[in-house]
């Protein structure tokens, strides 16, 4: 089992995005649209299996399943 550093880590090094699209394929405008960091945020939180789909009609529905409160980190 690898530790979570390295999940995370390789996670980042499949999502760069050294132009316009990330390396994953996903595109967006980097002059206009700082989304990309998201992007790679969700990647990790998928990874982590912190994911769950909603719709199968809307992939993008979805919501982050973790037992942390807002404050928690405060």
């Known amino acids: ?5 390295t999940r995370i880590a390789a996670v980042q090094s499949e999502h760069q995005a050294p132009g316009n699209a990330c390396l994953c394929g996903w595109e967006y405008d980097p002059i206009i649209d700082d989304s990309h960091f998201d992007h790679v945020a969700d990647a990790v939180i998928r990874e982590l299996g912190l994911w769950q789909q909603l ?4 992939p993008g529905y979805c919501r ?4 942390w409160k807002k404050g928690d980190d405060e």
């Open 1 to 5: 089992m690898t530790d979570l550093r």
């Open 55 to 58: 719709s199968n009609w809307h």
């Open 64 to 67: 982050y399943v973790t037992d």
